[in-house]
């Protein structure tokens, strides 16, 4: 910052600017596709694939994006595994390797 700026005085206009700066970039912060730099280990297979891409920063977005969501459809589809046996009791053992036979 230079001497100027710290010697002028705070004036309204000053104060609305820098109200207006903290509210945008709490937005940009807030926004669902704001981007973070991190630093992160990976295993070498997994910068070698992020490194033959176009975009590695991208790609592995999508990826971990992907991952997140798979992760939670699962988590939601245990919680309702759950409600249902709390209804319904748990599953008969017999149906239960039938159908785990079926996705072999």
Do not use: C, W
């Not at 807030?30 to 280990?41: E, I, L």
């Amino acid at each position: 910052m230079s001497t100027a700026t710290l010697d002028r005085p705070i004036t309204s206009e000053r104060t609305t600017s820098a109200r207006q700066a903290a509210s945008e970039s709490q937005i940009v912060t807030n926004h669902p596709t704001a981007k973070v730099r991190r630093t992160y280990t990976l295993d070498r297979n997994v910068a070698e694939y992020l490194d033959a891409t176009d975009n590695a920063s991208n790609t592995a977005n999508s990826l971990l994006l992907e991952g997140m969501r798979e992760k939670q459809r699962l988590e939601a589809f245990a919680r309702l595994i759950e409600e249902l046996e709390e209804i319904s009791g748990p599953p008969d053992p017999a149906l239960v390797e039938e159908a785990r036979k079926l996705y072999r």
